[in-house]
Every structure is written in structure tokens, then in C-alpha cells.
């Protein structure tokens, strides 16, 4: 069965600092996706990477996928405290999109 | 252009009891996926309607069932309630485009007593 991971599952940064987020799993797929979700709220797209190499960035995160290694990666630079939430990343297990996701990263950016 | 809506938003029902959760989608949107989500965990899925038809199921029990209407809204039913049912149900629905990206309601709040 498929499984996502993410490390860490925790990450508290100061603004201005730059950090990683991994997203592993274990089967083949070339569709990943990135979420946010705000506490209470629903979950937000942020990116869809579709094939090996992707890169896609917008403001201070950057995403990227490596369909050989199954690991993407959600790039933060220069933190700022609005890019607190919970980052989750999802793989698509298909051509019916059932999405699996990952555990989320429940990122705090402080002053 | 209303986004994907769901209702009630939040719900109290006690254990035994059956409950009807409710999404309409995004304009555009032929496609409704259902999931749970428990308190600090990722999303897991429980099932998708397309043309009226379940297409994909997660691992859920037979007492999660679902329907979707002629106008691509969809209903998610959960019978004989239990405690580990409390969660928060979130409704995706997406449309033909390549992307497939999915687009998320904001949920209904099961408190299950």
C-alpha cells in the first residue's frame, strides 16, 4: 500500500531563515501535489508538479519533484510569519486521482 | 463563482445514530472526492463519484456510502456512528482539466458523542 511521508512533522523557524520540507512515498508516481491549510480552515493549492524535474515557485516556496528517488521537496526562503500553517503533500495513486496524503508539516514562522 | 461548498458546517450526533453530509460543487466541476480528516493528521480518503457512479474507494467500512446527483452534487452517509468518527469531512471536487487539481470545501466538523 501506498505511503507518504513527510519529515519534519514539526518546524519552527525564525523569519528570515531558510528551510526544507520532504515529502517521500513509496510507489511509483509521476503527480504530486502540495496543499496549505490554515487552522479551522480548508486546504489550498499550491502546486502541481506532473513529471520528473518539475520546479514550480511562487513567492518564498518553491516545490520540486523527483519521480525517480519519489521525494519532493517544498522550499521555504526568507521565511515570513504569514507562511504559518500546515503544508501537506498529496500523490496522485492514478488516472482517478485518489490522492494520498502525506501527515502535513505544522510549520510556525517567529518574529 | 461560488468555489465548492459544503453544509452543515458543523454537526453533533451521539453514538448509533446516522448522519448526511452534503457538497455542491465548483462550477465546471464533474468530479467529487470525499475524505476524512482526524485532528492533526493528512487527509484520507474515502471514496469518488463520477457520472453518478462510485469510481474509486479508500478503506472504509460499508457504512460510509455516498451518492452524487444528476447536477454533480454529492451526498456523504455514515451509518451507525462511532466515536472514532468524529473528524472533519472535506468534499474536493475537480473538473476535465490536465492538472487534475483538486479544490476543497470547507468542511463539516463531525462531533460524534
Known amino acids: 500500500e501506498l505511503k507518504v511521508e513527510q519529515n519534519p512533522l514539526f518546524l519552527s523557524m525564525q523569519e528570515g531563515k531558510n528551510y526544507t520540507i520532504y515529502c517521500n512515498y513509496s510507489t511509483t508516481s509521476d503527480r504530486l501535489y502540495w496543499y496549505r491549510q490554515d487552522p479551522g480552515k480548508s486546504l489550498e493549492s499550491l502546486f502541481v508538479?506532473?513529471?520528473?524535474?518539475a520546479v514550480k515557485q511562487e513567492g518564498r516556496l518553491m516545490a520540486s519533484l523527483d519521480t525517480k528517488a519519489r521525494l519532493s521537496t517544498l522550499h521555504i526562503t526568507a521565511a515570513v510569519h504569514d507562511l504559518s500553517a500546515t503544508y501537506f503533500c498529496?500523490?496522485?495513486?492514478?488516472?482517478?486521482?485518489?490522492?494520498?496524503f502525506g501527515a502535513g508539516t505544522r510549520l510556525t514562522v517567529k518574529p | 463563482d461560488a468555489g465548492v461548498t459544503q453544509s452543515p458546517t458543523h454537526l453533533i450526533k451521539t453514538r448509533g445514530q446516522q448522519v448526511t453530509l452534503r457538497c455542491s460543487p465548483k462550477?465546471?466541476?464533474?468530479?467529487v472526492s470525499w475524505y476524512q480528516q482526524a485532528l492533526g493528521q493528512g487527509p484520507q480518503f474515502i471514496f469518488q463519484y463520477y457520472e453518478e457512479e462510485e469510481r474509486q474507494r479508500g478503506n472504509f467500512p460499508d457504512r460510509f456510502s455516498g451518492h452524487q446527483f444528476p447536477n454533480y452534487s454529492s451526498e456523504l452517509n455514515v451509518n451507525a456512528l462511532l466515536l472514532g468518527d468524529s473528524a472533519l469531512y472535506l468534499c474536493?471536487?475537480?473538473?476535465?482539466?490536465?492538472?487534475?487539481?483538486?479544490?476543497f470545501g470547507a468542511g463539516t466538523r463531525l462531533s460524534v458523542l
Open positions: 474536493a471536487t475537480q473538473g476535465p482539466h490536465p492538472e487534475n487539481i483538486q479544490y
Open positions: 462550477s465546471g466541476h464533474d468530479t
Open positions: 498529496a500523490v496522485d495513486m492514478g488516472n482517478n486521482n485518489d490522492m494520498r
Open positions: 508538479l506532473l513529471s520528473n524535474g
